[in-house]
């Protein structure tokens, strides 16, 4: 049977939203319009919760989120590995037919090989997957970040991406730390990734009251929808530098070699003289702190 169109949208939008993750470690230029200030987050939730203290870079002019890419190309071989746990907010029928959002051997593999690691999840993920989302967000090898609820585009154009309504861009970002509260989650950190890694000025000055740090990366694994390991560690081990952020998937159905292609990523770098760190721990060398 025919697919029902709103159903292939939600399709093409995952497609096009994971080739934006393992594309480019740069946003499509944006050219939405400033944010409407008609709407406004609660005033109780006035910062991203961080059992961990982790630290974040000084806000950018008029409050906005600061951006990080990269740490100190001078402070040591240190790598980040990133996670994106990406669920949109209408895959839960895809979900309860059997489509697998979550990846357990990948966790089991970094905890196996005790690679610390930041795990970038929607809200909607953390909803699917509460055990999952508990389990990492209490961990200490890992860290908790925020990918946005539903894994809409913060600005256009975005890789054909359902887009935040405009002035709700906070409101989105601490209705996913509230999933991660609700999930059990206690190593939460103030950092956020933008899905598709598009921003611009606009929508850094609104999440700015949300206290996080942005978030991209500046080694694209090209782990979405790929079928084979080896050329996903090659590119990876090719293009790590010290202080590099690496963008993978914590997804089995968008990105099933990911698992794989970790355990050909980590002994490779570890006998180059890498050191598998957190994203706090960049940020943390980069601000002194």
């Given amino acids: ?101 979550d990846n357990p051997a990948l966790i089991g ?7 610390p690691a930041t795990v970038f999840m929607t809200g909607r993920w953390a909803e699917q997957y509460p055990d999952q989302a508990k389990s990492i967000g209490t961990d200490p090898l890992f860290e908790l970040a925020n990918h946005s609820y539903s894994h809409h585009a913060f600005s256009t154009p975005c890789y054909n991406l359902p887009t935040v309504p405009p002035g709700e861009a906070r409101v989105d970002v601490e209705r996913a730390f509230t999933a991660f509260r609700r999930a059990g ?46 050329p996903v560690a090659a590119q990876v081990i090719s293009q790590v530098k010290p202080g590099s952020v690496v963008v993978m998937h914590c997804t089995r159905s968008a990105a099933p070699a990911t698992e794989e292609a970790v355990r050909r990523i980590v002994p490779e770098l570890r006998a180059k003289g890498y050191e598998f760190v957190r994203v706090s721990d960049l940020i943390g060398a980069a601000t002194g702190r």
């Avoid at 029902?4 to 939008?13: E, H, T």
């Avoid at 593999?109 to 690679?115: P, Y």
């Fill in 1 to 101: 049977m025919p697919r029902p169109p709103r159903a292939a949208l939600a399709v093409a939008a995952l497609l096009c939203c994971m080739t934006a993750c393992a594309g480019s470690g740069t946003a499509e230029p944006s050219r939405t319009a400033p944010a409407s200030p008609r709407a406004t987050a609660p005033a109780a939730a006035t910062a991203a919760p961080s059992a961990t203290a982790a630290p974040t870079l000084p806000p950018g002019p008029g409050g906005a989120a600061p951006v990080f890419s990269h740490g100190r190309r001078d402070g040591g071989k240190k790598v980040a590995l990133t996670f994106d746990a990406d669920m949109t907010s209408d895959q839960g029928p895809r979900a309860a037919r059997g489509e697998h959002f």
């Fill in 109 to 115: 593999t970094l905890r196996r090989l005790k690679v």
């Fill in 185 to 230: 989650a206690e190593r939460i950190v103030p950092y956020f990734r933008f899905p598709g890694g598009c921003h611009n000025e606009a929508v850094l000055r609104e999440i700015g009251p949300a206290k996080v740090t942005a978030v991209q990366w500046d080694v694209v694994s090209g782990d979405a929808f790929a079928k084979q390991a080896a």
